[in-house]
């Protein structure tokens, strides 16, 4: 039987902004999307700060947008979650927190914590690192270690030196606290099965081996020496007298501060996974040691979590589920998580007749290097899902925008998003001949700014509003969306009533 697809086409990191200089967006030829955008109703959608959960001003993310995408009402993010509790006393007496706390004690050893050292508030936030450091003082940890790891792609590529300081001044204020290593998230945060990366952070923390200097400051000083800005700074040991000034030991605990799982998971699986076989862990890997993760990175880590996840009712894949319609999540490796886990509330399994493709992205260094990524290999496969009518309603990433805009290099982003509008206008193309509909719209912004003010490259997401299209003549879209409005959106194209529990309103006006 012939099925008439609804389908969501996300543009990951896509945004809208009216200048043209250093504006990816702007300046790539764009046949496709610039055709659908004066043929069918058009709007923008709110993708940061207070719309999709997350503290005013604060620029969204894949895993915040398909969260929101996928839940149909604004979501309270970790960052907030995390950011209240501190503020309100409830953090210093968190439960798993505190039994890290008294691990160390019983056991007469030292605490470590992980994560990223930034306030970019996408995977992690500095100010929950001190939060940290105060609390375990304030608890009588006796030693507590930090092994930074550096961004330089959330915020400025080069502003480490900042972060070490300012980490370094709460240290000397509070009389406490010591940094033991330094890596740049490339290596201590991959999340494509990269394990000789993984490796050569996990082997600093644990053996001491690597690169090694006698302060933070030195190390990232002889790494931009090296040409190598703070992302991809080689995992560092901070060495006194000649010896590591900490490593993790059997019987030690670990708090892994960053709140995003996706880039956590790797690294919590070399500490805990028993049946390792990813890379010799060797004599150093430390046995019996506690490890708690600030929220649930995934439920297979043997792990405490701090924050754990708050059940959502009637995502969008559960309401489909219920209606008895066929869906479809596609994307390749970097933002498949986010179509499937993310999407689906915190949820790893699939929902009844949700069927899952993924597409592997091309194994390179980094993605400038291959702008198109996996986007026709991606296209194909829908193209075929589609032509053989299997499914009711389709969601679709598109990781290219995002994924290249992160190199900060204008050029290949440009290219990558000119290999997103060939793809996407041979499926819209066939959606609308099915008599489907698509909404096509991005979760973030990002590769409309390519470069800052004084013409350096910009390798963040911004806060910049994202177009929205759904090709449905004879509507009109009201305007002041967010990325809430879009599951009550594809369920309106579908016939379907919201549940309650989606605060998100449809985009089309009634």
Do not use: C
Request: hydrophobic residues 35%; aromatic residues 8%; charged residues 25%.
């Amino acid at each position: 039987m012939s099925k008439s697809p609804v389908a969501i086409i996300i543009l990951d990191g896509f945004g809208k902004r009216a200048e043209t200089v250093g504006n990816a967006v702007a300046q790539a030829k764009k046949p496709n999307f610039d055709r659908y955008y004066e043929t069918f109703p058009h709007s923008e959608l709110k993708a940061s700060g207070l719309d999709v959960g997350l503290p005013d001003g604060q620029m969204g993310n894949s895993e915040v947008g398909h969260t929101n995408i996928g839940a149909g009402r604004i979501v309270y993010q970790s960052l907030t979650r995390i950011d209240k509790a501190i503020e309100e006393g409830e953090f210093q007496k968190n439960k798993p927190l505190n039994n890290a706390f008294d691990y160390t004690k019983e056991h007469d050893s030292n605490l470590h914590l992980f994560g990223l050292l930034s306030d970019g508030g996408v995977h992690s936030h500095i100010n929950h690192l001190i939060a940290l450091l105060e609390t375990a003082k304030a608890n009588g940890v006796k030693n507590t270690y930090i092994h930074a790891f550096l961004d330089g792609r959330d915020v400025a590529p080069d502003s480490a030196p900042a972060y070490v300081e300012k980490l370094q001044n709460e240290i000397a204020k509070l009389g406490y606290g010591e940094i033991a290593t330094i890596s740049g998230r490339f290596y201590a945060m991959d999340r494509d099965k990269r394990w000789e990366r993984v490796e050569k952070a996990y082997k600093a923390i644990t053996a001491g081996e690597g690169e090694q200097a006698e302060s933070p400051a030195a190390a990232v000083k002889a790494s931009y020496d090296a040409g190598k800005t703070d992302e991809f700074v080689l995992p560092t040991v901070i060495t006194k007298g000649g010896k590591p000034v900490a490593t993790v030991n059997d019987n030690d605990a670990v708090i892994f501060f960053n709140f995003r799982p996706d880039r956590a998971i790797q690294l919590s699986n070399a500490f805990t996974d028993k049946e390792w076989e990813h890379f010799d862990r060797g004599e150093a890997h430390p046995k019996n040691i506690k490890f708690v993760t600030m929220t649930l990175y995934n439920p297979s880590i043997d792990a405490e979590v701090a924050f754990a996840p708050i059940e959502m009712k009637n995502v969008i894949g559960e309401v489909l589920s219920d209606k008895g319609l066929k869906q479809l999540r596609i994307a390749e490796t970097e933002k498949y998580p986010h179509v499937t886990f993310f999407m689906n509330g915190g949820r790893n399994e699939e929902f009844p007749g949700e069927d899952r493709i993924l597409i592997n992205s091309p194994k390179v260094e980094t993605y400038d290097l291959q702008p198109e990524m996996s986007a026709y290999e991606v296209t194909d496969a829908l193209v075929e899902d589609i032509q053989n009518d299997k499914h009711d309603a389709i969601i679709l990433n598109f990781a290219n925008p995002d994924m290249v805009g992160h190199s900060g290099m204008l050029e290949p982003t440009i290219k990558a998003i000119e290999a997103v509008d060939e793809n996407l206008g041979r499926i819209v193309d066939l959606v609308l001949e099915k008599g489907g509909a698509a909404v096509i719209f991005a979760d973030h912004g990002n590769s409309e700014t390519m470069t800052t003010p004084d013409g350096n490259p910009h390798t963040a997401h911004t806060t910049v509003p994202v177009p929205v299209i759904v090709t449905k003549k004879g509507v009109t879209l009201r305007s002041g969306g967010r990325l809430a409005d879009v599951a009550p959106t594809m369920l309106d194209l579908l016939g379907v009533e919201k549940p309650a529990e989606m605060t998100g309103e449809s985009l089309i006006e009634k």
